[in-house]
């Protein structure tokens, strides 16, 4: 029997997805100012901070665009060519991905020096700290380029930093998407507690369900 797992989702990603229905079936047009968080929130029947992420997960896809003062604007009806990173397609870059970070994490395990988990423990707790989706995305960036720095190969952080240069979009709309803050912050956390106990195949484990997370949350913006 083949059945199809019910999905639980946020009242932001609930927000994101009919204000996406309603910009691409052109009830907001292009360069029309969406109604404040504070019509929004009643509109929908929850908080600001709801909508507050659902708007930073449309600006992040490239529908809209926000100014302080000004409010928030429609920029385009159809997400930015399909979350494209440069010429690479996100199926492309998470392949590479797979075969460059699982690696990594597995050799982090088994090389770091406690300079390595100083820093990366850091990271952990920054990326906690934020609710910022830009400064999140930042901060992702640098721990896995800590992750790879801790092998000891400086052919791994050349690549994954390279890498990571043409993942902006991709990893910036990924943050932004509702609820995923927290789903990563969990992620990072069982990374680095495994790369801290020298467990390598536990931090592999953890990095490709890291990975596999991105991929799915890659998916469901594009298929919003």
């Known amino acids: 029997m083949?059945?199809?797992?019910?999905?639980?989702?946020?009242?932001?990603?609930?927000?994101?997805?009919?204000?996406?229905?309603l910009i691409e079936s052109r009830h907001f047009a292009v360069d029309d100012r969406l109604p404040s968080e504070a019509e929004l929130a009643a509109s929908f029947g929850v908080s600001r901070s709801v909508i507050r992420e659902a708007l930073h997960s449309l600006n992040a896809l490239g529908l809209t665009k926000s100014y302080a003062g000004k409010g928030t604007f429609v920029a385009a009806t159809r997400v930015q060519s399909h979350l494209l990173s440069g010429q690479y397609l996100p199926a492309q870059l998470n392949e590479v991905r797979r075969y460059l970070e699982v690696p990594a994490a597995r050799l982090a395990a088994e090389r770091r020096t406690q300079e390595d988990l100083d820093g990366l423990a850091e990271l952990v707790a920054a990326f906690e700290d934020n609710d910022d989706p830009a400064e999140r995305n930042k901060i992702d960036a640098r721990?896995?380029?800590?992750?790879?720095?801790?092998?000891?190969?400086?052919?791994?952080?050349?690549?994954?930093?390279?890498?990571?240069?043409?993942?902006?979009?991709?990893?910036?709309?990924?943050?932004?998407?509702?609820?995923?803050?927290?789903?990563?912050?969990?992620?990072?956390?069982?990374?680095?507690?495994?790369?801290?106990?020298?467990?390598?195949?536990?931090?592999?484990?953890?990095?490709?369900?890291?990975?596999?997370?991105?991929?799915?949350?890659?998916?469901?913006?594009?298929?919003?």
Do not use: C, W
């Not at 059945?3 to 609930?14: D, G, I, L, R």
């Not at 709309?173 to 803050?181: M, T, W």
């Open 2 to 21: 083949k059945v199809v797992p019910v999905e639980q989702k946020s009242a932001a990603e609930h927000v994101r997805t009919q204000l996406i229905e």
């Open 143 to 224: 721990f896995h380029i800590a992750i790879a720095q801790a092998t000891g190969n400086p052919l791994f952080s050349r690549l994954v930093e390279d890498l990571r240069a043409v993942l902006q979009d991709q990893a910036l709309a990924v943050s932004a998407s509702p609820g995923r803050a927290a789903q990563a912050r969990a992620e990072h956390r069982a990374i680095y507690e495994a790369i801290k106990e020298g467990d390598a195949e536990m931090a592999a484990l953890a990095m490709r369900r890291h990975l596999q997370a991105v991929v799915a949350t890659s998916a469901a913006l594009t298929d919003s």
